[in-house]
């Protein structure tokens, strides 16, 4: 199985910061690699699907980049409705795994 | 737009069979999309258990893949979860899933508990 880690596991900042989210998997996988964001008691939500393509609806301040086995979740200008937990995803294999997740703080 | 509800006992005795189903409503299960089963412990990460495609082929989580059976149900528009042999360990918030690879569309998700 891939490997997905996270880093770091627990990020603190300010609104208006920019902070930045690393994910990296045990082998490459080409750029098949998502980002949810969710928040206490709901579902996930897509932000970012191969490694860079903003889902729809999803604010411009996410971005997403990286490639084969080390990617990163930007925010930019944090919003107060920006703390939650983010996950990564990677969907290179039939068998589908997460990262094991980061929490932002305000700090 | 697609909708999911997840449905099925809230409460599972140990040793017992966690049975859930998922209505997709918005949409034909019969697409070119994944259906997907994830679940997240209390306080734990997300942990994707399997998921199916329209034509019944199936692909497992490997840590559960003894214990598992998904299924679809095209007429009814609807796809299930069954987990055998469950401990309480299997405790956990189930979420179903629209899926292309990435994880697009959730469910709001079921707290099963698995307890005498």
């Known amino acids: 199985d891939i490997q997905m880690t996270q880093s770091p596991s627990t990020l603190s900042a300010s609104v208006g910061d920019r902070v930045t989210i690393t994910c990296r998997a045990s082998q490459n996988i080409n750029n098949w690699l998502a980002w949810y964001q969710q928040k206490a008691g709901k579902a996930p939500k897509l932000l970012i699907y191969k490694a860079s393509t903003l889902e729809t609806g999803v604010a411009s301040r996410f971005s997403g980049s990286g490639s084969e086995t080390e990617f990163t979740l930007t925010i930019s200008n944090l919003e107060p409705d920006d703390f939650a937990t983010y996950y990564c995803q990677q969907y290179q294999t039939f068998t589908k795994t997460l990262g094991q997740g980061t929490k932002l703080e305000i700090k | 737009q697609v909708h999911l509800q997840e449905s099925g006992p809230g409460l599972v005795k140990p040793s017992g069979t966690l049975s859930l189903t998922c209505t997709v409503s918005g949409g034909p299960i019969f697409s070119t999309y994944w259906w997907t089963w994830v679940r997240q412990a209390p306080g734990k990460g997300l942990e994707w258990i399997g998921e199916?495609?329209?034509?019944?082929?199936?692909n497992y989580n490997p840590s559960l893949k003894s214990r598992v059976t998904l299924s679809v149900d095209k007429s009814k528009n609807q796809f299930s979860l069954e987990l055998n042999s469950v401990t309480a360990a299997d405790s956990a918030v189930y979420y179903c899933?629209?899926?292309?690879?990435?994880?697009?569309?959730w469910g709001p998700g079921i707290l099963v508990t698995v307890s005498s």
């Open positions: 199916i495609y329209d034509s019944g082929t199936t």
């Open positions: 899933v629209r899926s292309f690879g990435a994880f697009d569309s």
